[in-house]
């Protein structure tokens, strides 16, 4: 059986001036959503809750976008311009961070599934219900 008790993940984005810390299992499940600036960036999405995600430094390197229905708020590091985290539309009360942007060390296994994002509605309505 694998753990499930979370392990502080640590990330940031490429050039290093946002740094963030993550508490979610060593074995991770993301999803790949191929909407289309998720599909442009190669975004997988590992989703916590608000009070699992600390930044520990960068907020004023940080850019906002956002698009469609304006609920998810895109952060950019506005040097480097990786975002390596967001508020995501399915869950405005959560974070979604770049799996691709955690350090290594601490994910011992990364599940990916693949989230239907062109087809939003119909996609979030297939998701389990947690």
Same mark, same amino acid.
């Given at each position: 059986? =694998?753990?499930?008790?979370? /392990?502080? $993940? ?9 740094? !963030?810390?993550?508490? %979610?299992?060593?074995? @991770?499940?993301?999803?790949?959503? #191929?909407?289309? =600036? ?8 590992? =989703? +916590?809750? %608000? ?9 004023? %390197?940080?850019?906002?976008?956002? &698009?469609?229905? $304006?609920? %998810?708020? $895109?952060? &950019?590091?506005?040097?480097?311009? /990786?975002?390596?985290?967001? /508020?995501?539309?399915?869950?405005? #009360?959560? @974070? ?6 955690? #350090?290594?060390?601490? /994910?011992?296994?990364?599940? +990916?599934?693949? !989230? #239907? ?6 996609? =979030? ?6």
């Amino acid at each position: 059986m =694998i753990p499930l008790d979370p /392990v502080n $993940h640590a990330g940031g984005c490429h050039c290093g001036r946002v740094r !963030f810390e993550v508490q %979610a299992p060593a074995h @991770i499940e993301v999803s790949d959503c #191929d909407c289309s =600036i998720c599909a442009m960036t190669g975004y997988l999405h590992l =989703i +916590v809750a %608000a009070d699992r995600f600390k930044l520990l430094k960068g907020r004023d %390197a940080l850019t906002t976008y956002s &698009f469609n229905t $304006h609920t %998810a708020k $895109h952060f &950019f590091c506005a040097t480097c311009g /990786v975002k390596s985290f967001y /508020v995501p539309r399915s869950h405005p #009360d959560g @974070i979604s961070v770049n799996a691709r942007c955690l #350090d290594p060390g601490t /994910v011992q296994s990364m599940t +990916v599934a693949a !989230f #239907d994002g062109r087809n939003w509605d119909r996609g =979030i309505a297939q998701l389990p219900c947690t």
